[in-house]
């Protein structure tokens, strides 16, 4: 008789671990959805006429299309070396804010509210239609897109170009393109 306690006790604690296991398991697969969705946002921002300039230049630019969202980045670049989800907070103006930001060998992409929200390009990458890479020459900047408003420096600086409502950045040091932002 002792012994069937013990059976039922050993039985008892092997289901309760089993359902802490697929209980995490099921938080853990809706987290893994929430930071790599397999389906683009329909946010409102999208069809704006800002929304659609801004899909434009970044897809003219950079060859992303800012409407699909991280699901539309995962299916171009793949599955990125590292992920870093923050929120959803709230935020200061009402509403929450959630933050993801896709880390790739050579640039990092960051979400806001699930839309795309900026690129950063790190290390030398010729994927992207832009133009210009880091490593290149500040000449070779200024070949591409003209020298910028209030262009007065040579050396260290940063090419800002203001299209539409946001800037194409382009930190230069020694002359050399060291990142590139948008």
Not at 57 to 66: M, N, Q, R, S
Not at 144 to 168: K, M, S
Request: proline share 5%; charged share 20%.
């Amino acid at each position: 008789m002792r012994h069937t306690g013990s059976y039922l006790l050993l039985i008892v604690l092997a289901v309760s671990c089993l359902s802490a296991t697929v209980g995490l398991a099921s938080v853990q697969q809706r987290l893994l959805e929430e930071v790599f969705p397999k389906q683009e946002p329909d946010l409102e921002w999208n069809h704006t006429k800002w929304g659609q300039f801004e899909k434009r230049a970044t897809l003219k630019l950079f060859g992303i299309d800012t409407a699909l969202g991280r699901s539309g980045v995962l299916r171009q670049f793949g599955r990125p070396i590292k992920a870093i989800y923050a929120g959803p907070e709230r935020s200061d103006f009402g509403g929450t804010v959630e933050g993801c930001t896709y880390v790739y060998p050579t640039f990092q992409i960051f979400f806001t509210n699930k839309l795309f929200s900026g690129l950063e390009i790190l290390r030398e990458d010729h994927q992207f239609p832009l133009g210009v890479a880091v490593g290149d020459t500040e000449l070779q900047v200024l070949k591409a897109f003209g020298p910028p408003p209030f262009h007065h420096a040579t050396g260290n600086w940063t090419a800002r170009y203001a299209i539409g409502l946001r800037n194409l950045e382009i930190d230069i040091r020694d002359s050399r393109v060291t990142k590139i932002s948008w």
